[in-house]
């Protein structure tokens, strides 16, 4: 395979933003968001052609004889040598997962750059300052996002992990003026960056022992006869295997070192992805431009996470201890985010926490794959909820954008009614919640069915508190729906124009988006993406109890929201004073903000930085002064020494000289 | 009987201590010098004693003990002539009044 | 009596020609004359020191000894008398504006042979090895001080100053010849060698006093702590040229002396008795000299206090009591000649120009005279021993020398010397801050310094700057100084 | 003499300075120091190549292009100059930090004086990083230091005269330390009976510096360039030295001369002391460590500029000389890039901070805001060096952060793993964790100082970067930019010759 391809892939996004970046100034707003858009579209059709080409070319560096999805590094370069054995490369690594991920973010992108280009502009046309830059940004998200996909080892993910925060950074504060996305993107960047230390020790940890940093040693066996091209192998290769396993396993602090770095790794997951308790910044991330909300924040970056464990899932199956701690920490965030959910007012948090709670089901179901249950179902309906999760949470996210430009408000109590003034947006918002519900036959049904039996398969438990997440998923999504375009008829003020429907821009990347949302559920996903590349039969491991039941619940929770919320009654206002703290606690999203503020500001800030500057100026430099200080006094007070008296000095002298000799007869006696 | 050195060593080392407790308490600058004086001479009765009494064969303790009393002599001179300046200045020849320079 | 040996004295016999031709001068020549007895006396003593220099660089001199041993010479000691030499050249040089000054034209004769007679004093003393000489030597070199001291007969501080320092060079001469006269009943001889042969390594309750007396007596002239009080009172009241000849040359005269009485009269105490006195005055010297000087506002008793404090240093020079020392100590005095004068220069240039001697007045002085605020930058950087200057130099290899088979103890005794270059450095900068840093007006108008004094600054500008970098001077001390007779007293 | 190329980089500033005497106004001025700067940068690039060749041709010397005059031969003391990899590292970095701060005092008052204690203070810089004599290399030392005294005191602001005075008086500590050190070490540099030398690859062949002279004349060694490394408790020169430095003045001393500090740490103290290095290396383990949570820590609530910029220095200059430490190969040639990043990264920080307080005025972060509606060109610098900073791949904090480390990891779980004690391991993740806590404070002050709403208004009248500021925060941030995103060049030219300095260290122990 040639690599002219894949170079391009990372290459066009880069010199987009370098380009942008440096020249956007000079050239027109309209001129500089065609370029990116356009790169990005070339970017699209040739990542499209990559996944294709390894999906369906049957070369047999993609696939083998058995069927089986093989991996193949289609270029590898040393970027920084630490050691003979330890190297950091930037490489292209082609895989199923990869392949998908290459397809979901170039789509998302693409979209989004086409759908900015109506957005970024008020409703007179003129364009928001900054356009160019915003163009550049959104290249750099994408360059870091592709790079982080196809990373063949785990330093490079890490590298362009950090790369995606930055550019979250920039896109989340990209209205620089605003106090509140200046705070949010430093949020953001920090619990990430906390989370990231995580990530990096464990790669330490990690490295330390195995001695590598590339997956294909660490996951995969190399095949016989063919450069480049591993497979993955869900008994983990011996020289790893050797490591870690036996009864001379490292140990520390009574769990194995295996636990220690794959939980610490799992922790850098958790600050991208946004799990409890390290979900905080995403909600606050909403500060950012919707199309940066839905690209990074909805669609790509923050699966990250669950695109790293199952990047490592096999290492993870060698440890039962931390994919237990994955389903714990998931199951927790789904549910927790799912009520703040149906509590919130402002329509980016609400999609925000539906973006949480979402993909803890993808981390769930990360959790529960194992080789006995349905050989593995979790992994491969993980995968498949992120992808159709990408595709219609980008929909809602743009929907909801659209909505914001037509109204000026990210508040759903400006907005009440309006379905007749936008009715593409409506019937695509509409088809999001269907999808996000798990209404058949649309993909959110297909996708979060299986995660559904994956879970029922592995523990009654989880079955039954996942189930729960969907059909309070299903019940907050049509509440959010409800009272945007239901409610109450919409009130057009004086002097204001009417809201209506977006320019093409927008509304393209709606329509496509809401169409994909629509047939996604039936790609053949198990055939293209399974842990092991092997086919995977999806319709052999379809349980029609589990969807039965799950489409019975979304159905109930629809028909309680459309109840509640279709018009305005003072139902959900009964509801609310009969839970009050219940509401309280939702709406204030459990208070962990508050909890943050007070271990940040009161504790790290007043108790450590204060004191320690503190400590710095009065004691360690006061220590210094004192020398000088203490030199000076020394110098005052032997001052009486030179009287002026020449008899003093006389008898000074004689008595140094006699003391000279007196002393040193005493020392030698 | 022979009258043994110690005898007097002794008295020049009080008159080497009188010379001294003049020196550091007298304060008008003639009575000094005179206090000086005391103990230069006590340094020539040494040298003149340890000469006689111990190195009785040669003569280097004398020689040395002449060229003193005449480096004694010169001093004198000088530090007279640098007290009457003194007094032409100030007119007083009282050595703890000259302290305008300290510290 | 074999004539000859006077030629072994041929550096004293020049300086005394020198100064005869200097007292014919003053006393025979007509008034309008007079005037040239400045220049005439700087170019008869720049003649004698380039023939010094030549005589000692091209003549290898060997270990010569005349007058029953009385006298020594070899070819250190004719080369730190030729340092000298050079230090005296450059003091006349910087005193001729001032010689020539109203005030001092009746007696500007008496100024220079008083201080050519001085300068014979040190010469006997370096060269003496029978006390006699080296007490006629010390007295030569001191008394005549006393009347230079006082030679500013308006002012009062002149006085004063001449009033402390000859009740106290008076006393500490008693001290030192009671010393010498224990030294002489316990040895016998006051010749050199003799009394070290007589002592040999037996200290006796006598011979410590009598060694403590002997360095207090020399600690006076070098301004030992404690022996040192006299020195910043007399600095100041003193002449500018008087304070600067009595910093430099009388300092490094009697620090070579006193290498040469401590190696030859009591070399073999080193260990025992005279290591331990030493460094203790080492310590108190340095430190006592740093802490006093951090205070001062007068340019000269600012001075008197930082040369207490390279006293200190120029002892270890002799505590190192090996080769390497001597050749340190001997670069050391030659370093600390330029770079005091450097400094004296420019505060003799200033004062002659508008009497201001604080260093309050020199606040802003680079605005209104730069090359002056430059040059006293540069004796400053040198004295605290910054590179690339000589000072640098002088004091790396000052305390190599005294580290060299070092123990412990003299580790700790240089690590306490090093911390006070920082406080030394600290109140040199004080100079260069008032100089570069203050944003006052400056007191002190711009002014064109004379000729001579100018003359004066480049030379110690040429030494400072010059004289670490070339190594041959260095050099050609150190081989010396493995030939001296200092070689067989040490004990390495 | 002169047919040795390391020779002119110290005769190129001479000339420089004789030249800078004889100019009549600004221009000349600026000339000079433009050509002579450009002179370096040509000259080190040259040798960069050239080193190169010759390491590819199979030259496997320790030092190349040595050369040795004697100069003061009683004591053996030479002239002797030689480079490694690490060395030309570092000359690269001073000749751009040079040049980048002749353009960052384009319009200093003064500027004779100025360019002529800058340039003096480079060929201290210069000449130290060709020595490898060490009385040569501590006369160079000196001579960097001094000149801060007046530039911080003439051109300097706030505080002057305190910081100057605490800077020169504090570097100078160090250096009397150092000063006895090295005499000591020279004084056991050959075997019993052999010629004592001051010559660094020749002690380190000898070897022969006893044991117990090792534990005593290390940390001597240590401190002495640990004070110039800002080693905690020795650090407080910096914040106050740099607050008040003018920007140049600031950008060199961060830049060059604080690596200085871990040079010699590396060259003197460890190269020539591996016993002692290794058995006492705990002591300073902790105090770096400290240095690096430290200044972190104290960064977060300053809202000087400087102030902030001068603590991050600690903790980087703490990391350098942490990694060193770690005696181990990989985290030493993460301190080499440690040195690199961090000079170029912080003198960018002080050039910026030097032009936005030229326009200001002020330096509080709570009396600005906004900067970025009003300068954008400075703003995005900013933000670049602060990504630096806190270490964003693609840039070079994010390389020589990550080698170190990768390598204190190691060498911590080597000694935890042998039973030696977790102090590594412990201070390794203690280390890490300052990437929070950088991050902290960067963004603060750039969501502060940069974003925000305009604080003042009579900000809005300044103006952006003109040309020669936009000249020398370009030149820096390309070179950022280039270590970050090629790191590997600059790896393989340390490791090509790290490696047998390196064996020799940790074959002792």
Not at chain 1, 15 to 26: N, Q, T
Not at chain 2, 9 to 18: A, D, G, K, Q
């Amino acid at each position: 395979m040639s690599i002219t391809i894949p170079i391009l892939i990372l290459a066009i996004p880069l010199f987009m933003f370098i380009f942008l970046g440096l020249c956007g100034k000079k050239m027109s707003h309209l001129l500089a968001g065609t370029l990116g858009t356009l790169g990005m579209g070339t970017v699209l059709v040739l990542a499209y052609s990559t996944a294709f080409n390894y999906f369906f070319s049957g070369d047999p560096l993609f696939i083998n004889e058995a069927g089986e999805r093989l991996q193949y590094i289609v270029f590898n370069q040393t970027w920084l040598q630490f050691t003979e054995n330890l190297t950091i490369s930037l490489g292209f690594f082609l895989d199923p997962i990869s392949a998908m991920m290459l397809v979901v973010i170039t789509t998302i992108s693409f979209m989004v750059h086409l759908y900015s280009l109506g957005y970024m502009r008020d409703h007179h046309g003129v364009f928001e300052k900054g356009f160019q830059r915003f163009y550049a940004f959104l290249s750099l998200f994408s360059f870091s996002m592709l790079g982080l996909v196809v990373a063949t080892n785990i330093f490079q993910m890490y590298i362009f992990w950090e790369l995606v925060g930055a550019s979250s950074y920039l896109l989340i504060g990209f209205y620089y003026t605003k106090p509140s996305a200046v705070s949010a993107s430093k949020k953001a960047f920090i619990v990430t960056r906390f989370a990231d230390l995580g990530f990096l020790i464990g790669i330490l940890v990690l490295s330390y022992y195995t001695g590598t940093f590339n997956f294909t040693d660490l996951t995969s066996a190399p095949v016989a006869g063919l450069e480049n091209v591993y497979q993955v192998s869900l008994s983990t290769p011996e020289s790893v295997l050797s490591i870690f396993q036996g009864s001379a396993a490292p140990m520390f602090m009574g769990a194995s070192v295996l636990t220690w770095a794959l939980v610490l790794i799992f922790m850098g997951g958790m600050g991208k992805s946004a799990m409890m308790p390290l979900h905080i910044w995403l909600p606050d991330a909403m500060e950012g431009p919707t199309p940066v909300s839905a690209l990074i924040h909805a669609a790509t970056m923050v699966v990250a996470g669950v695109y790293l464990v199952a990047r490592l899932f096999p290492l993870y199956l060698m440890e039962n201890s931390a994919l237990v701690i994955i389903t714990v920490v998931g199951a927790l965030t789904a549910f927790y985010a799912a009520m703040v959910a149906c509590a919130q007012i402002d329509i980016k948090r609400v999609l925000a926490f539906s973006t949480i709670s979402q993909i803890a089901f993808m981390m769930v179901s990360l959790g529960v794959a194992r080789p006995e249950y349905h050989e593995g179902l979790g992994y491969m309906a993980s995968m498949f909820h992120l992808f159709t999760h990408a595709m219609f949470k980008a929909l809602l996210f743009l929907g909801a954008g659209a909505l914001i430009h037509a109204i000026g408000s990210n508040d759903y109590t400006a907005m009440h009614g309006l379905r007749k003034y936008m009715p593409i947006t409506h019937w695509t918002f509409l088809i999001g919640c269907l999808a996000i519900a798990g209404i058949i036959p649309f993909s959110g049904f297909f996708s979060k069915d299986e995660i559904l039996s994956a879970c029922g398969n592995y523990s009654t438990l989880v079955y039954i508190w996942m189930s729960l997440v969907a059909f309070l998923t299903a019940f907050y999504m049509f509440r959010l729906y409800y009272l945007i375009f239901w409610w109450k008829e919409h009130k057009v003020h004086e002097g204001h124009h009417a809201p209506h429907d977006q320019p093409w821009t927008m509304s393209l990347p709606l329509i496509i988006l809401a169409a994909v949302s629509v047939v996604a559920g039936f790609i053949p996903f198990g055939k293209l993406v399974s842990w092991n590349g092997e086919p995977y039969d999806f319709m052999a491991h379809f349980d029609w109890g589990v969807a039965s039941i799950s489409l019975i619940l979304a159905v109930v929770a629809i028909a309680l929201a459309t109840v509640m919320y279709r018009k305005e009654n003072p139902l959900p206002d009964k509801m609310q004073a009969a839970l009050p703290a219940l509401w309280k606690w939702c709406h204030h999203r459990f208070y962990w903000d508050e909890l943050y503020m007070f271990i940040t500001h009161k504790i790290i800030f007043n108790c450590i930085c204060r004191p320690l500057a503190w400590f710095d100026r009065h004691i360690i430099d006061g220590t210094m002064d004192s020398f000088a200080i203490l030199t000076n006094k020394a110098s005052e007070a032997i001052r009486p020494l030179q009287s002026g008296q020449v008899q003093m000095y006389v008898w000074i002298y004689a008595i140094g000289a006699i003391l000279l000799g007196g002393i040193t007869i005493l020392c030698l006696i | 009987m022979e009258i043994s050195a110690i005898y007097f060593l002794v008295p020049s080392l009080i008159m080497f201590c009188c010379g001294l407790y003049g020196f550091i308490t007298r304060r008008n600058m003639i009575a000094m010098l005179i206090s000086l004086e005391l103990m230069l001479n006590s340094v020539d009765m040494n040298f003149v004693i340890f000469n006689r009494f111990l190195f009785p064969g040669q003569m280097e303790g004398m020689m040395f003990t002449l060229f003193a009393i005449a480096i004694a002599a010169a001093e004198t001179a000088l530090a007279i002539a640098i007290i009457i300046n003194v007094f032409r200045s100030v007119n007083h020849v009282d050595v703890r009044e000259l302290n305008e320079m300290k510290f | 009596m074999d004539y000859s040996q006077f030629l072994i004295m041929k550096q004293e016999i020049a300086l005394l020609v020198v100064f005869l031709l200097v007292f014919l001068y003053d006393t025979f020549m007509p008034r309008s004359a007079q005037k040239g007895l400045p220049v005439c006396t700087s170019v008869l003593m720049l003649l004698l020191t380039v023939a010094g220099c030549l005589d000692c660089c091209l003549c290898s001199t060997d270990n010569q000894v005349a007058f029953g041993g009385m006298y020594e010479t070899s070819a250190i000691i004719s080369a730190i008398k030729n340092i000298l030499n050079i230090g005296v050249v450059i003091v006349l040089i910087q005193s001729i504006k001032w010689a020539n000054g109203e005030f001092m034209i009746m007696r500007r004769g008496e100024f220079y042979e008083l201080l050519l007679v001085t300068l014979f004093g040190m010469y006997l003393m370096i060269s003496a090895r029978h006390f006699l000489v080296f007490v006629i030597g010390l007295e030569c070199a001191s008394l005549p001080l006393a009347a230079m001291v006082a030679f500013d007969k308006n002012r009062y501080e002149s006085h004063e100053a001449a009033v402390k320092y000859i009740l106290t060079a008076v006393f500490s001469s008693a001290i030192f010849m009671m010393g010498l006269s224990f030294v002489y009943g316990v040895a016998g001889s006051l010749y050199f060698a003799n009394i070290y042969t007589a002592i040999y390594a037996s200290p006796s309750v006598m011979l410590v006093m009598a060694v403590a007396f002997v360095i207090a007596g020399i600690g006076f002239k070098l301004s030992l702590v404690p022996f040192h009080l006299w020195t910043a009172d007399v600095y100041q009241g003193a002449p500018t040229s008087v304070t600067s000849y009595l910093s430099v040359i009388s300092k490094g005269a009697t620090a070579f002396a006193f290498l040469v009485v401590m190696a030859q009269v009591f070399g073999s105490l080193y260990t025992i008795v005279w290591e331990w006195m030493l460094y203790a005055l080492i310590i108190l010297t340095i430190t006592i000299g740093n802490l006093f000087a951090i205070r001062q506002r007068n340019m000269k008793r600012f001075l008197a206090f930082s040369s207490i404090s390279q006293a200190g240093y120029i002892m270890l020079g002799i505590i190192a009591y090996n080769t390497l020392g001597v050749a340190a100590m001997m670069f050391y005095i030659l370093v600390y000649i330029f770079s005091n004068l450097g400094a004296f220069g420019v505060i003799g240039a200033i004062e002659n120009a508008c009497g201001k001697v604080s260093m309050d007045d020199y606040r802003g002085l680079y605005k209104t005279n730069p090359r002056l605020a430059f040059t006293m930058m540069l004796a400053m950087f040198s004295l605290a021993g910054i590179p690339p200057f000589a000072g640098f130099f002088s004091k790396f290899f000052i305390f190599t020398g005294a580290l060299e088979g070092g123990s412990v103890a003299i580790y700790v005794l240089v690590l306490i010397a090093l911390i006070n270059t920082i406080v030394s450095l600290y109140y040199y900068l004080l100079v260069v801050k008032a100089m570069f840093i203050s944003e006052e007006e400056c007191v002190i108008l711009p002014f064109k310094s004379a000729c001579s004094e100018r003359l004066g600054m480049w030379i110690a500008l040429f030494g400072i700057i010059f004289l670490g970098l070339l190594s041959p001077v260095y050099s050609t001390l150190i081989d010396m100084a493995s030939v001296s007779q200092f070689g067989m007293y040490f004990l390495n | 003499m002169f047919e040795n190329i390391l020779i002119y980089f110290v005769v190129i500033p001479l000339v420089m300075l004789g030249l800078l005497a004889l100019c009549r106004d600004i221009k000349q001025i600026r000339a000079v120091a433009v050509v002579g700067s450009l002179g370096l940068i040509a000259l080190s690039v040259y040798l960069l190549v050239d080193y190169l060749g010759l390491r590819a041709a199979g030259n496997e010397a320790p030092m190349l292009y040595t050369g040795s005059w004697v100069w003061f031969e009683p004591l053996n003391i030479h002239l002797a100059v030689g480079v490694d990899g690490i060395s030309i590292a570092m000359l690269l970095l001073s000749s751009i930090i040079v040049f980048a701060g002749s353009f960052a005092s384009w319009e200093i008052k003064q500027p004779k004086e100025f360019f002529l204690w800058l340039i003096l203070l480079s060929t201290g810089v210069f000449g130290f990083f060709i020595s490898i004599d060490m009385f040569t290399m501590f006369m160079f030392y000196e001579v960097a230091l001094i000149p801060m005294y007046l530039l911080i005191g003439v051109w300097g602001s706030g505080r002057k005269n305190y910081s100057a005075m605490k800077l020169t008086l504090m570097l100078m500590g160090g250096s009397a330390f150092l000063m006895l050190g090295l005499i000591g070490i020279y004084y056991h540099s050959a075997p019993e009976g052999g010629q004592l030398t001051w010559n660094l690859l020749e002690i380190v062949d000898n070897a022969s510096i006893p044991h117990g002279w090792q534990s005593f004349l290390f940390p001597m060694t240590f401190v002495g360039f640990g004070v110039l490394g800002a080693m905690f408790p020795f650090h407080t020169w910096s914040p106050d030295g740099h607050a008040s430095a003018p920007t140049a003045v600031s950008m060199l001393h961060a830049g060059v001369l604080m690596k200085l500090g871990g040079y010699g740490c590396f060259r003197v103290a460890i190269y020539t002391m591996p016993q002692a290095a290794h058995e006492l290396s705990w002591i300073f383990l902790i105090l770096t460590g400290i240095s690096v949570v430290y200044g972190a820590f104290c960064a977060c609530v300053k809202t000087d500029l400087k102030y902030i910029n001068a603590y991050s220095s600690v903790s980087h200059c703490g990391l350098v000389l942490f990694a060193i430490l770690m005696l181990n190969e990989t985290a030493m040639t993460g301190a080499i890039m440690q040195m690199l990043s961090h000079g170029l990264m912080t003198a960018l920080f002080f050039a910026l901070i030097g032009m936005i307080y030229g326009r200001t005025h002020t330096r509080e972060i709570t009396e600005m805001g906004g900067m970025m509606q009003i300068m954008p060109y400075l703003s995005v610098c900013y933000v670049i060096a602060g990504m630096a900073s806190l270490g964003l791949p693609g840039l070079s904090g994010f390389v020589a952060e990550m080698t170190i480390f990768v390598g204190s990891f190691k060498a911590g779980m080597a000694d935890y793993l042998a039973g030696a004690g977790s102090l590594r391991l412990v201070f390794t993740l203690i280390a890490c964790c300052s990437i929070v806590i950088t991050a902290v404070y960067i963004l603060r002050v750039v969501g502060k100082l940069l974003f925000g709403p305009v604080h003042d208004d009579h900000h809005r009248q300044l103006t952006d970067a003109s040309w020669w500021e936009r000249l020398s925060t370009v030149t820096l941030i390309v070179c950022v930019a280039g270590i970050g995103c090629f790191p590997n060049f600059f790896n393989t030219l340390i490791n090509f010759t790290f490696k047998p300095a390196i064996f020799s260290v940790l074959g002792m122990n």
